[in-house]
């Protein structure tokens, strides 16, 4: 695959056009004739891949060098995890018929979410319009059952879903309260097998990742004996508190490590033993959307 076209403007059709030719690579490599190494991977092979290429992203992201160096970087990390995307849609375009599915399903899908859990966003009829615009209509795209646009949005048949605690500032834009409710409200109706605090968390996540969703669903749901929330700290502070946390971590994980510890399976026992005393069915409305 050749390297950018400069000639190229960044507007207008670009990424469009740049994204058909990603698709069209993808598919030669994939075809007959192509790859044998792209023609054999699935999407279990591919899980390791993603996972590295998106560690690397983090990498881009926290170098040190604010530079072009960086900028590079990043770029090209990112294009990393949107081949890994088109890869798994790739392979989806092979699935036996009622499990087929292509890159098209997988845009549509993120993007009918976003619409949908930012109804203060996107008003009723917004998505009629843009679909129109893209050449689309909702019958191309999976409508999660009970949920439309108007009956989540303000106004429409379901704008009660703030409930009613919900708060409105003055100026009449959403406050935080509301907008956390309206998220809260939407997810349920996408996700209904989702009837327990710690439900939806990835089992595979890193120990310390897990234990970070972990604690904030046990904030949303009010699980008892958490610290309460400290106002957060300006910029200078914070990255201090950040160092002298990382240290601290660091020193814990030397000292296990000395002493022949585990220290990833240790917090991860510990994260699933607090799951499991603290798991209850969850409340119908969340404190927060976080």
């Known amino acids: 695959m ?23 690579v993808m598919d030669r490599l994939r075809s007959p004739g192509g790859c044998p190494w ?24 926290e170098a040190l060098e604010p530079s072009e160096r960086r900028r590079t970087e990043l770029v090209e990390e990112l294009g990393d995890v949107l081949l890994q995307v088109v ?8 699935h036996p018929d009622g499990q087929r599915f292509d890159i098209s399903d997988v845009l549509a899908a993120v993007t009918d979410k976003l619409v949908r859990r930012h109804p203060a966003v996107f008003p009723p009829g917004h998505d009629a319009a843009a679909r129109q615009a893209a050449g689309t209509t ?21 704008s009660d879903v703030t409930g009613a605690g919900s708060v409105v500032v003055g100026n009449g834009t959403p406050s935080d309260a509301e907008l956390a409710a309206r998220w809260d ?4 109706r996408e996700k209904p097998q989702r009837t327990r605090i710690f439900d939806g968390i990835p ?3 890193p120990a310390l990742a897990y234990a970070e969703k972990a604690l904030s669903k046990a904030r949303r749901h009010g699980v008892a004996g958490l610290p309460e929330p400290r106002p957060e700290s ?8 950040e160092d002298a946390l990382g240290e601290e971590l ?41």
């Open 185 to 188: 409200a939407v997810k349920r």
């Open 87 to 94: 890869f798994h849609s790739r392979i989806g375009q092979e």
């Open 38 to 61: 792209d023609a054999a991977q699935t999407h279990e092979s591919l899980l390791r891949y993603l996972v590295e290429e998106s560690y690397e992203v983090v990498e881009a992201v």
């Open 234 to 241: 300006d910029e200078q502070d914070r990255q201090a508190e």
């Open 250 to 290: 660091f020193r814990r994980v030397q000292d296990s490590s000395a002493r022949g510890l585990d220290a990833e399976r240790a917090l991860r026992t510990a994260v699933r033993r607090f799951v499991r005393d603290h798991d209850a069915p969850s409340s119908p409305a969340p404190s927060d959307a976080r």
């Open 138 to 158: 909702a019958a191309d795209s999976t409508v999660v059952e009970g949920t439309t646009l108007d009956s989540a949005s303000p106004g429409g048949t379901g």
């Open 203 to 205: 089992p595979a996540l």
């Open 2 to 24: 050749t390297a950018h076209d400069p000639a190229v403007p960044d507007g207008g059709s670009a990424p469009g056009a740049e994204f058909e030719r990603l698709l069209a």
